[in-house]
DNA sequence: ATATTGAAAATTGGATACAATCTTAGATAT
DNA sequence: ATATCTAAGATTGTATCCAATTTTCAATAT
């Protein structure tokens, strides 16, 4: 009886997964980071409700949620903007980034397998590889895998929220092909620190290919 | 005109700033912060709306709030729970905030005047009063004080996060006067880095500040 | 022309109602 | 007695409706 008699029934609401909440903040963050919605612009919730299908209520939530990820601004009984962008802003994240991701992989070596960073390797691969769409979530994938196995999910959530801050800005830019091979470089040389179990080594390494971009991409904002 | 014919009607609903949200969110973190609502600990909405005299909408907002700020955790269509304490997360807690408020008093100190100065060195004298009622908000508006001027606002909302984070710890354990003593030192000496616009002491001594505290509260968990 | 005011329209905040899902207690079988 | 199943109850998720606030825009005054 682990089946129930739902086929066709299933097909009409499908992919809303669990909860449409998140996908909604899924679809808008996506629009965010693209620049589909240019920052600034007001974010209308029965607009919104009627181009997802769904009543304001999922709207209200995942523009809530939108706005403790720093994607969008709301004052009370105002309309919501999108957060606009600043090279200080830029620059915040970056520097956040370089203690948190510094903290990340210094917590998780110990608990680092062999496994972990294959997977990290096999990973960066794929980001050598010739496809350069999904590059933002790829870079993301590489970094989160090496920092997980800390098990420390504050500072997990933290870091992946930083990534995410980061997008709206690094998808803007179109990397120059030197600058790809630079941080290709730096992720393999930070794998093989972590398989030297070289604590120090892998986070000066995350430290400075955090730093060293910051200042690379800082100049075009 | 500017005053409509509403006297009474507005003794009736009144301290309710703005959005009960708000309000609310501040009386739940309370509870959890003092222990008066236990770790592991459901949270139904209609409860909460009922004592608080609310429907359930403001109260589902608030509850994920506290569960963006760690407070409490939600899975999908089940009860919200008060997050559980660890000594773990204590140690995360503490070097996820040595990371970010190092950033903080670096950032901040190019932009402070003698007057930020004074007025975190004026929040200092009271807490060296007698009264250790408030301690933990006191404390906050100390360092918040002489980080705010950075200007920084993702770093000091998160500084922030942290700090209230913290508290669900700090509340627990009564600090012997030995280490208030402690802390007060190092708070007055953070207070002549500053003066001095020492940046580099003024870093190692918020980090070493943290570490401290960190290594001698977590042996109570 | 520009600024100010006021009222209508648009929009958000909150309450109530219904649907979907989870939880619990009791019945049944082993 | 214990475990499993089922159905009723409890609880959350979403939709719809009303109230409170903001936004817009035209009328008026300077």
New interface residues.
């Given amino acids: 009886m682990k089946a129930p008699i739902r086929e066709l029934a299933d097909l009409a609401p499908l992919n809303l997964p669990?909860?449409r909440v998140a996908a909604l903040v899924q679809d808008l963050r996506a629009e965010i980071v693209t620049g589909t919605i240019a920052p600034g612009a007001t974010l209308v919730q029965e607009d919104l409700a009627a181009r997802f299908g769904v009543s304001r209520m999922p709207v209200?939530?995942a523009i809530?949620?939108l706005q403790?990820l720093?994607f969008v601004t709301v004052e009370?009984n105002k309309r919501a903007r999108v957060a606009e962008l600043s090279r200080?802003?830029f620059v915040?994240?970056y520097?956040?980034r370089e203690?948190?991701e510094?903290?990340a992989i210094r917590?998780a070596i110990p608990h680092l397998t062999n496994a972990h960073i294959e997977a990290a390797a096999a990973i960066q691969d794929r980001i050598e590889g010739v496809d350069p769409k999904g590059f933002g979530a790829l870079n993301m994938a590489f970094h989160m895998t090496l920092y997980r196995p800390s098990g420390?999910m504050?500072?997990l959530t933290?870091v992946e929220m930083l990534f995410n801050?980061a997008d709206r800005y690094v998808s803007m830019v179109s990397a120059g092909p030197e600058l790809k091979a630079k941080a290709n470089a730096e992720h393999r040389s930070l794998l093989e620190h972590c398989l030297a179990r070289d604590t120090a080594a892998a986070e000066a390494c995350v430290r400075k290919h955090i730093s060293d971009a910051r200042d690379a991409l800082a100049q075009f904002f």
Same sequence: chains 1, 2.
């Fill in positions: 669990r909860g209200r939530e809530k949620h403790m720093g009370d200080d802003d915040e994240i520097d956040m203690g948190a510094a903290l917590s420390r504050r500072l933290h801050a």
